[in-house]
């Protein structure tokens, strides 16, 4: 009777491990997301309307996919390599706006295991704290203190490739490291508060010129912005991809 009831209880205790073991190393898909049928024709256009469907939970933030709250965005440090005659440095950066992005496109392509998103927003404004030195566009600029960086109407793409890695039997996709991310700008603001340690007429000379000439400024700088959204869209898309597996996401059959 006694050996019976620790037998049985033993094996609710390994049921019990088990689950939990299980729930750790691998989850379902959320709810939100449907898995596509990859041989069917409208695979893509399933895979659009998963991804639309699934943003207005991912930009909330979903901690169990580690997935960061999107609205806004907190970014503590962004070091923007501007080339060797300007460093900029931007730190308590909150990111707006990005709550708003809608998936125009997205294809991939499971022989190649390769993805292509295609997104735009209405615009993205970065406010926070930079540290600027150097020259942009020749002119020597020089200052600390608080920023706004606004681009207005912004269009990304977003590729990537991936491997197949396998953690305990399940295969989950597994970013490379050339992802790449190109973005166009209808047009973009530039606030640099306290430039020249202070000096209002220079600063306002500045930003003046800055905002004038906001093409060459994003051509400038633009590795950097898209060196820092890349590094968000990858960070959201590897945390979601070690979670779930990749029988999960798409249908072989
Ligand atoms: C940032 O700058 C943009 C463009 O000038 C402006 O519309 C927006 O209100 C500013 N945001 C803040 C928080 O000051």
């Known amino acids: 009777m006694v050996t019976q009831t620790y037998s049985s209880m033993c094996k609710v205790f390994i049921v019990v491990l ?102 735009h927003m209405p615009r993205v404004e970065l406010i926070g704290q930079y540290d600027i030195n150097g020259k942009i566009l020749i002119l020597p600029i020089q200052g600390k203190g608080p920023c706004n960086i606004t681009g207005v109407e912004p269009k990304f793409q977003y590729h990537f490739k991936y491997v197949l890695d396998k953690v305990n039997d399940e295969e989950y996709m597994k970013l490379t490291d050339d992802d790449n991310l190109d973005f166009q700008l209808k047009r973009a603001y530039f606030n640099l508060e306290n430039l020249f340690d202070g000096n209002k007429q220079l600063g306002d000379n500045m930003n003046q010129f800055l905002n004038e000439n906001w093409q060459e400024v994003v051509k400038e700088i633009g590795g950097a912005i898209s060196q820092t959204i890349r590094a968000v869209a990858r960070a959201i898309s590897s945390g979601y991809f070690k979670k779930v597996p990749y029988r999960e996401l798409l249908i072989f059959d």
């Open 18 to 119: 088990f689950v939990l073991f299980g729930q750790a190393l691998s989850k379902p898909r959320p709810s939100y997301i449907k898995a596509c049928k990859v041989n069917s024709p409208d695979f893509d256009e399933c895979a659009l309307q998963n991804g639309r469907g699934a943003l207005p939970y991912i930009v909330k933030g979903d901690r169990k996919y580690n997935i960061p709250k999107l609205n806004p965005l907190k970014l503590p440090v962004v070091n923007v390599d501007a080339g060797k005659d300007l460093n900029i440095k931007l730190t308590n950066i909150a990111a707006k706006g990005l709550e708003k992005v809608e998936l125009d496109r997205v294809k991939i392509d499971t022989v190649k295991r390769e993805v292509y998103l295609d997104m």
